[in-house]
């Protein structure tokens, strides 16, 4: 009976087989660690165009005078002549 003999070329052509799956799987690995990356930086740009649209349409909105005036009322507390302005106290309120 003849015993299979074990050859260098089984050998050499297992470990390529070995390193071509590892190589596989490390390669699949990385590639869905990147999509992932790519998926987080696609909702980074959304976030980053729709704030840009708001800051532009805040920006057209300060080019107006009826909303700079709104806001100098409001967050200023600035009056035109001969207005008076009338603060009401938060205990006022609960009574």
Known sequence: MKRPRFRIRHFLLLLFVF?????????????????????????????ALQEREQLEKELSRLNDKSY???????QLR???????????????KKQ
């Open 68 to 74: 700079i005036e709104k806001i100098a009322r409001e």
């Open 19 to 47: 390193y071509f799956v590892t190589t596989l799987i490390f390669q699949q690995l990385k590639f869905m660690e990147l999509k992932r990356e790519e998926q987080k930086l696609k909702e980074s740009i959304n976030e």
């Open 78 to 92: 600035l009056v035109k002549p001969g207005e008076y302005i009338y603060i009401i106290s938060d205990e006022d």
